[in-house]
């Protein structure tokens, strides 16, 4: 069964940048896994940030940005702000029997 | 704006059928180009892909649930919808349906989600 790895839980301080990733158990991430980014805040629904590694949705702040990295998926905030305190989830496409698959989520904490 | 909205039944009985509906309003259901899919999400854990239907009604799922779940389409009411029979208490969750961008017939990324709707299995 395919696991998809993120950090648990990361701590980052007002203004300051952090990077959260997103490994796969099959190997390393490349761009044919249309790497995808999530963020959820308590009690709503996921919102979508970044698409197929490093796009942006149209509501997607400038500060979010997407990438590879050491065989990962990165997702980096510059800037941090109080309200970037969060879940975050990446999902990789893997075709076949299993399309997709989320990644454990990362807890992001602002202090 | 595209907007997506899941209703259905808040509480079923183990062993018997979750059913859910998505109703989408702001686009149409039929256009090519998308799919329409679930996802749910146990209380207090993380993000689980239920599966999705595409355009031209083929549907594909996880295989952890494919022997208990079916995904159809009504494009009459431009909506979708989610069947999970012979529940257990293991599927409690709240329940996401979402639509995902399809580019030369692969699916591509997820764009907009529905609220979600919390159902609780119990006797």
């Known amino acids: 069964q395919t696991v998809v790895t993120q950090e648990p839980s990361l701590t980052v301080s007002p203004g300051g940048t952090v990077t959260l990733t997103c490994a796969s158990s099959t190997g390393a991430v490349t761009s044919g896994y249309y790497p995808n980014w999530f963020q959820q805040k308590p009690g709503q629904a996921p919102r979508a940030l970044i698409y197929?590694?490093?796009n942006k949705h149209s509501w997607t702040p400038a500060r979010f940005s997407g990438s590879l990295l050491g065989g990962k998926a990165a997702l980096t905030l510059s800037g941090v702000q109080p309200e970037d305190e969060a879940e975050y989830y990446c999902?990789?496409?893997?075709?076949?029997?299993?399309?997709?698959?989320f990644g454990g989520g990362t807890k992001l904490t602002v202090l | 704006q595209l907007q997506l909205q899941e209703s259905g039944s808040g509480l079923v009985k183990p062993s018997q059928t979750l059913s859910l509906t998505c109703a989408v309003s702001g686009g149409s259901i039929s256009s090519g180009g998308y799919s329409w899919s679930w996802i749910r999400q146990p209380p207090g854990k993380g993000l689980e892909w239920i599966g999705y239907?595409?355009?031209?009604?083929?549907?594909y799922y996880n295989p952890s649930l494919k022997s208990r779940v079916t995904i159809s389409v009504d494009r009459s009411k431009n909506q979708f919808s989610l069947k999970l029979s012979s529940v257990t208490a293991a599927d409690t969750a709240v329940y996401y349906c979402?639509?995902?961008?399809?580019?030369?017939?692969?699916?591509?990324?997820?764009?907009?989600w529905g609220q979600g709707t919390l159902v609780t299995v119990s006797s």
């Open positions: 979402a639509r995902v961008i399809v580019v030369v017939g692969r699916p591509y990324y997820f764009d907009y």
């Open positions: 239907i595409y355009h031209s009604g083929s549907t």
């Open positions: 999902l990789l496409y893997y075709g076949g029997a299993q399309p997709w698959v």
């Open positions: 197929s590694t490093s």
